[in-house]
Structures are given as C-alpha cells and as structure tokens.
C-alpha cells in the first residue's frame, strides 16, 4: 500500500464499498454525535467523510485535533446509510470507516477558518494566504486561472502562434507607467527595469521574422492598485507580421470567445466574428467612457442643439460658451418619488460634480425646474427626439464636454443598476476603434500623443503631412468585455519616416527620438514588415470568468491595496553590504513626510 494513500479525497465511489483504503489529507470539519465523530477529510480533490466510534482505534486520536490538522486514515469503504448520502459531494454515497490514523502534523488555532463562506478582512487573508487558498472558492478561482490559461496556449498554438520567452531585465523607458527598477551591481549608477510589457522585444521578433509570437508575461507597473489592478500582472502577449486591424480581430476574437464559451458556466457570450466595432468618439458620446459596458441598454444622447434658446438659461449659458448638455434616459420611472431623482442629483454631488439635472414624466405630464423653464412645447420635441416615452423620466449633465462626458457615463451607470437594468449572465465584448492619435494638452497647449506613440496612423505619411493633426486617426484598439478593458492593441508604425514624422509633430526631435528609442528606429531601418498585436489581461480574464469584483481573488499570493506583500514582508529593508554591492545609499523620509506618505496612501 502506498505510504500516504491509495485514493484521493474525490475518488471513491459505491463500486469501493467494502475495500480497504488509505486517505490523506486535512480535517475539513468535525462533527461529534455522541461516541461517534464525523470527520470531512479534505485534500486538493475533494472531500470524503470518516466515521470513527468507540470501536474505532482512531477515534481517540481523532477527537484531539483541530481542524486543519493533516492526517493520515486507513479505513473501510462502506454506503452510508439510506437517507444521508450527500448528492452535493462526488463521495457523497460512501463513507470511511476509519481502522487507524497517522498524524502528519498538527494544527494549532487558525487565524481564519477553512470551512464556511465567512468574510474575513482581506489583511488578515493575504497575511496567511497560505490558509486562505483552502478555502473552497479561493482555491476553485486558482484552478480556473490554471485551466484558462491552459487552454489559452493551445488556442494560440492552433492559431499557429509559437511561444516564446523575452526579458525580464530590460531598460527603462520614458514612456508608460513608473518602472520598478533594479539596481546593477556591475554597473554602478545604472539601473535595470521590470518590463511593463514585453513590446519593444516583441515587435523585434516580428523584425527578425518570426511571424506569430505569443506568451503569458509577467508584468510590473509601479502605479497605484485598484480592484481590477496590480502591480504585478501577466498579458496574453502577442503579435502577428503582415496582418490588418481586421486580421488581428479575427484572431483574437476567435481566442477570447472560445476561452470565454469554455469557462462561461451557461453565461452567454458574444460569437466570435461579431463583436461591435465602436469609434472613440462614439463610446464616449453615447457611453461616457472608452470602456462601454454594452450589457446596460442606456444609451447617452448629445441635446446641446435643444437649449442655444431656451428659457432654462444655466443650460443655454452653458452651451454658448462652448459646453455641452448630454441627457441619460430613465425609463418608465413614473412609479418612483421624487426622492429618487433627488438622491441621483445627490449622489453626483459626492462625485464631485456640480449635480446632475433631472426631469420627471408621469402620464405625458412633464415635472421638476428643468421642464417648467424649458417649457412643455420644448421637453415634447427633445422627447421625440430621443425616442422616450410618456412615462420615462431624463437626466442631464451639462458643463464642458470632457466633465460632462464622466458624468453622463457614470450617471448612465447608476441608473442601470438604480433601475436594475443591466443584463446577467452574459458576457458582451467589443472592440473600441479609431482612437486619435494626437490631443492637444489643455494646460500648456501643446500637441501630444494621446494614446500609443508607436501605432501606425490611418493614412500614413499622407495624413501626417496634409490632415490637421487632432483629426488624424491611428490604428489602435482595446477589446471591451462587460465594462472592463481586457487590453489595447495597435497595428505598429514599422517605418522610420512615419516614426520620425509622428514625434516631430509631437515636438520630439529626430535626435530626441534616436536618443530614446535607438534599438527600435535601427531595427527598422534594416526591414521591419507590417505587423500588429495586443495583451488581453489574464488576470482580468479570469476575474470575469470567475465573477470576483477584485482582482486579488484570482491571483495566488497577492500583494494588498499598498503594494505589500503581508506574508513575505515584501518590500523589506536589505542590509548595509547588500546596499554597497548594489553602490545604493538609502534617504530616511522626515517622520512628518512619511506619515502624509502612509496617510495619502490610506
């Protein structure tokens, strides 16, 4: 007999009945009835439950440890009596009746408990992660992430994708995020840095004519955390030679919608080959952002041509000095207060707006200070215009169009979910298109990249040299799922003159550009073919697939909201020679100065 056991937890079945097993694996639960012990034995596979009475050995032993101790039971198969079987359990017919028992190690009291579905302060899980990943859901999201990525590799491989590995000490770019760097100890005063992304070595992969490179990277951005962010990140990183936008698309789509299929537990999922193509301008126009969530059936509505006369003269003020006015319909809200609508122009104001206007229709009859002093006549027009109904109310949101547009796209939000409208059980992806490729800084009036420096743009040298530079569109991407950006992508500008063309109109000097991307400009210039790519997250991935509201809950040991590694206690302070061999002198922050560090942080 094996040493440690001749079944896992999961296996056993009623064909067993009557063998004689061993199990290992840890003390999920216990239940005393009175001379006898019912154990749940729990290892990476599953659970199966052990009986131990007073004719037992074991049941001694048994009744002296904790939870989470690790045993070891020899026993015997039997069925469980009639009426208790556990249909919820894949041993849920059969029981072990425990012979004997090995004690591997004992657990002394657990900082959190394994078994049930408490909530327990994310400190505390991550300080004991360890523990953590027992539980039940945790650990179901790690081995999600492990099948997805799985089967990533093999759809990539059978897209003809070869995978290779690129560096992870590489240099420091001015572009992007802040770099976490690495100190040289051969060379003093100089730095590596953690890659970003793997873009420059991928692209030259392209140059050196491999035609379609993938891998799962590893990514590090020195930048605050949110729920769907972490410093330390892996992409599904790819790029493809002679190829479209279009092309790309095809790809990935099929990618994503058959990883998506796979793991979607019955959630539908939009069909490869038709996720909608929305411009830039459009997602924010009708979305208020560049990350529509199409599952909302709301749609944003510019109506600044209904108030350049109008009796409502904050709005008509508004827009003669250039603002704009976007509306959010609410539909069939004639059954709400008007408390309702009150607690929406509250909730903007803690947003940090100046409020958000509203209107009320009960029975076609218009209601609040916006439609008295637009007048009936004008509220009946707009109201055809967008297609409402006699009992829908509007909300509006109305300044310079950069403020409106958040506004009106997180009012668009609240109202969905106010009104309970967003659609389950789905997964809606799209593709949002035509970003610009240059913006003018409000600031200092200078014109700048606005998105990736490196990306063909539409029209070529043509477009740089003849269209007004704020009209140019670039060929770049970002795939859009249920309101998430899974990542962006571009087709790359692969031609020196284009390059140099695209940073002199952004005020960079052919020096400046050789000075700071000399590797990709020199590669280049030896023949570089058409090539384009993207780096859908896989953490995000799974974070969807696994419906978890944060992106902690996906990844094995993650670091916490201050980029801590609570179990390791990462970052650490290194001693004096580990300094000097990497020629580093560290500052100690003034106390005053560190506390408003920690408490910005908070």
Same mark, same amino acid.
């Given at each position: 007999?094996?040493?440690?056991?001749?079944?896992?937890?999961?296996?056993?079945?009623?064909?067993?009945?009557?063998?004689?097993?061993?199990?290992?694996?840890? /003390?999920?639960?216990?239940?005393?009835?009175?001379?006898?012990?019912?154990?749940?034995?729990?290892?990476?596979?599953?659970?199966?439950?052990?009986?131990?009475?007073?004719?037992?050995?074991?049941?001694?032993?048994?009744?002296?440890?904790?939870?989470?101790?690790?045993?070891? /039971?020899?026993?015997?198969?039997?069925?469980?009596?009639?009426?208790?079987?556990?249909?919820?359990?894949?041993?849920?017919? /059969?029981?072990?009746?425990?012979?004997?028992?090995?004690?591997?190690?004992?657990?002394?009291?657990?900082?959190?408990?394994?078994?049930?579905?408490?909530?327990?302060?994310?400190?505390?899980?991550?300080?004991?992660?360890?523990?953590?990943?027992?539980?039940?859901?945790?650990?179901?999201?790690?081995?999600?992430?492990?099948?997805? /990525?799985?089967?990533?590799?093999?759809?990539?491989?059978?897209?003809?994708?070869?995978?290779?590995?690129?560096?992870?000490?590489?240099?420091?770019?001015?572009?992007?995020?802040?770099?976490?760097?690495?100190?040289?100890?051969?060379?003093?005063?100089?730095?590596?840095?953690?890659?970003?992304?793997?873009?420059?070595?991928?692209?030259?992969?392209?140059?050196?004519?491999?035609?379609?490179?993938?891998?799962?990277?590893?990514?590090?951005?020195?930048?605050?955390?949110?729920?769907?962010?972490?410093?330390?990140?892996?992409?599904?990183?790819?790029?493809?030679?002679?190829?479209?936008?279009?092309?790309?698309?095809?790809?990935?789509?099929?990618?994503?919608?058959?990883?998506?299929?796979?793991?979607?537990?019955?959630?539908?999922?939009?069909?490869?080959?038709?996720?909608?193509?929305?411009?830039?301008?459009?997602?924010?126009?009708?979305?208020?952002?560049?990350?529509?969530?199409?599952?909302?059936?709301?749609?944003?509505?510019?109506?600044?041509?209904?108030?350049?006369?109008?009796?409502?003269?904050?709005?008509?003020?508004?827009?003669?000095?250039?603002?704009?006015?976007?509306?959010?319909?609410?539909?069939?809200?004639?059954?709400?207060?008007?408390?309702?609508?009150?607690?929406?122009?509250?909730?903007?104001?803690?947003?940090?707006?100046?409020?958000?206007?509203?209107?009320?229709?009960?029975?076609?009859?218009?209601?609040?200070? !916006?439609?008295?002093?637009?007048?009936?006549?004008?509220?009946?027009?707009?109201?055809?215009?967008?297609?409402?109904?006699?009992?829908?109310?509007?909300?509006?949101?109305?300044?310079?169009?950069?403020?409106?547009?958040?506004?009106?796209?997180?009012?668009?939000?609240?109202?969905?979910?106010?009104?309970?409208?967003?659609?389950?059980?789905?997964?809606?992806?799209?593709?949002?298109?035509?970003?610009?490729?240059?913006?003018?800084?409000?600031?200092?009036?200078?014109?700048?990249?606005?998105?990736?420096?490196?990306?063909?743009?539409?029209?070529?040298?043509?477009?740089?040299?003849?269209?007004?530079?704020?009209? !140019?569109?670039?060929?770049?991407?970002?795939?859009?799922?249920?309101?998430?950006?899974?990542?962006?992508?571009?087709?790359?500008?692969?031609?020196?003159?284009?390059?140099?063309?695209?940073?002199?109109?952004?005020?960079?000097?052919?020096?400046?550009?050789?000075?700071?991307?000399?590797?990709?400009?020199?590669?280049?210039?030896?023949?570089?073919?058409?090539?384009?790519?993207?780096?859908?997250? !896989?953490?995000?991935?799974?974070?969807?697939?696994?419906?978890?509201?944060?992106?902690?809950?996906?990844?094995?040991?993650?670091?916490?909201?201050?980029?801590?590694?609570?179990?390791?206690?990462?970052?650490?302070?290194?001693?004096?020679?580990?300094?000097?061999?990497?020629?580093?002198?560290?500052?100690?922050?003034?106390?005053?100065?560190?506390?408003?560090?920690?408490?910005?942080?908070?």
């Amino acid at each position: 007999m094996h040493t440690y056991r001749t079944h896992t937890c999961a296996q056993l079945t009623t064909a067993d009945v009557s063998s004689t097993v061993r199990l290992s694996g840890w /003390i999920h639960r216990k239940r005393d009835h009175g001379g006898v012990l019912f154990i749940d034995l729990r290892d990476h596979y599953g659970i199966t439950q052990i009986v131990a009475d007073e004719d037992s050995p074991a049941l001694a032993t048994l009744e002296k440890l904790r939870v989470e101790s690790v045993v070891t /039971i020899d026993g015997e198969v039997k069925a469980r009596a009639q009426g208790t079987a556990n249909a919820a359990l894949a041993t849920g017919e /059969i029981e072990v009746f425990a012979r004997a028992v090995t004690v591997q190690s004992e657990a002394a009291e657990l900082p959190l408990p394994v078994a049930g579905d408490a909530e327990y302060p994310e400190e505390t899980r991550l300080k004991y992660r360890f523990v953590d990943l027992r539980r039940e859901r945790v650990h179901a999201n790690i081995m999600l992430r492990s099948r997805v /990525i799985s089967s990533i590799r093999s759809r990539m491989t059978a897209q003809g994708f070869t995978e290779f590995q690129t560096p992870i000490l590489g240099a420091s770019s001015p572009e992007g995020a802040r770099d976490y760097l690495v100190p040289s100890r051969l060379h003093p005063g100089r730095f590596y840095a953690l890659p970003q992304a793997p873009q420059m070595f991928k692209q030259l992969l392209m140059v050196a004519g491999f035609d379609r490179y993938f891998q799962i990277a590893p990514c590090f951005r020195d930048e605050d955390l949110r729920a769907d962010r972490s410093p330390e990140f892996y992409q599904l990183d790819f790029e493809m030679s002679f190829v479209t936008q279009e092309d790309v698309f095809q790809m990935l789509e099929g990618v994503l919608s058959g990883v998506f299929e796979e793991f979607a537990n019955g959630k539908s999922v939009t069909p490869a080959g038709q996720f909608p193509r929305i411009p830039y301008a459009e997602a924010l126009l009708k979305f208020g952002t560049d990350k529509p969530d199409l599952r909302n059936p709301l749609r944003i509505s510019d109506v600044s041509g209904h108030f350049t006369q109008s009796g409502l003269g904050l709005f008509e003020k508004i827009v003669g000095g250039g603002g704009v006015v976007r509306a959010v319909p609410a539909p069939s809200t004639h059954e709400k207060s008007r408390k309702f609508f009150d607690d929406m122009n509250e909730w903007a104001r803690s947003q940090g707006f100046a409020g958000l206007g509203y209107v009320t229709r009960k029975g076609g009859e218009f209601g609040g200070p !916006i439609a008295k002093n637009h007048g009936a006549e004008g509220m009946e027009r707009l109201y055809a215009d967008l297609g409402l109904g006699e009992n829908d109310g509007l909300f509006f949101a109305a300044g310079k169009e950069q403020d409106a547009v958040k506004l009106a796209g997180a009012a668009r939000t609240r109202v969905a979910e106010e009104l309970d409208l967003i659609e389950q059980d789905c997964f809606k992806f799209c593709w949002v298109v035509d970003f610009p490729m240059f913006e003018r800084d409000e600031d200092t009036g200078k014109i700048d990249f606005s998105h990736n420096p490196f990306s063909m743009p539409q029209g070529e040298m043509e477009a740089l040299e003849t269209q007004d530079p704020l009209e !140019i569109k670039a060929w770049q991407y970002d795939i859009v799922c249920n309101g998430y950006e899974l990542s962006s992508g571009a087709i790359r500008n692969h031609r020196p003159d284009i390059m140099y063309k695209a940073f002199e109109i952004a005020g960079y000097s052919r020096p400046d550009v050789d000075a700071n991307f000399g590797g990709m400009i020199e590669a280049f210039k030896l023949g570089a073919p058409p090539h384009g790519g993207s780096a859908p997250g !896989i953490d995000r991935i799974v974070m969807l697939l696994a419906d978890e509201p944060n992106i902690r809950e996906v990844i094995a040991f993650p670091l916490n909201q201050r980029a801590q590694d609570l179990m390791m206690g990462a970052p650490s302070a290194v001693g004096p020679r580990q300094l000097r061999d990497v020629h580093i002198r560290t500052v100690e922050q003034p106390a005053a100065a560190s506390a408003r560090v920690d408490n910005a942080k908070e």
